[in-house]
């Protein structure tokens, strides 16, 4: 994970102090997800995006301060749209299937951001686009972390 990201740990400690859940059951009922589905993401040092996207639009916490540490807690969805979010969590998980360097991606909530951010300035009316449009943006920036990961490499 980036070092200028938070890790799996800080996002699960978030929600457990937002929730009071003091075990990994408690924080995957809160999540809708199994324990063992909690337990997995915190040694794999990953986090179920798709789970903490759906518990911020059920209970209206802030997706900024949940996945990012920032803003404040109760806030519905912050500045993050839950529909584009979902969106490039979706092309990630495509896209990683052919590339192992997006697993790392994918489970960054640093990069998931910045991924977030390039879409938004390159196309700040992106509900206009069409789902194949807006997969095309998606994956131009794609290419472009793709293409910096390797000219550092």
């Known amino acids: 994970m980036s070092s200028n990201g938070d890790n799996a740990f800080e996002l699960f400690r978030r929600l457990a102090d937002i929730t009071g859940a003091k075990t990994d059951a408690a924080l995957a009922d809160q999540l809708g997800v199994s324990r063992q589905t909690v337990a997995n993401a ?3 040092n990953t986090v179920p995006f798709r789970s903490f996207l759906q518990f911020a ?3 209206g916490y802030s997706l900024d301060y949940l996945l990012l540490g920032r803003g404040v807690p109760k806030a519905r969805l912050g500045e993050i749209d839950a529909q584009l979010l979902g969106q490039i969590l979706s092309t990630l998980r ?3 299937k052919n590339e192992p360097v997006m697993e790392e991606i994918d489970s960054s909530p640093f990069a998931v951001s910045l991924l977030y951010n390039s879409v938004i300035r390159r196309s700040p009316n992106w509900e206009a686009l069409y789902l ?3 997969n ?3 994956n131009d920036e794609v290419d ?3 293409q910096a990961r390797k000219l550092k490499e």
């Open 42 to 44: 915190k040694s794999r």
């Open 144 to 146: 472009k972390i793709l």
């Open 132 to 134: 194949n449009d807006l």
């Open 136 to 138: 095309k943006l998606i």
């Open 57 to 59: 639009e059920s209970s």
């Open 94 to 96: 495509e896209v990683s």
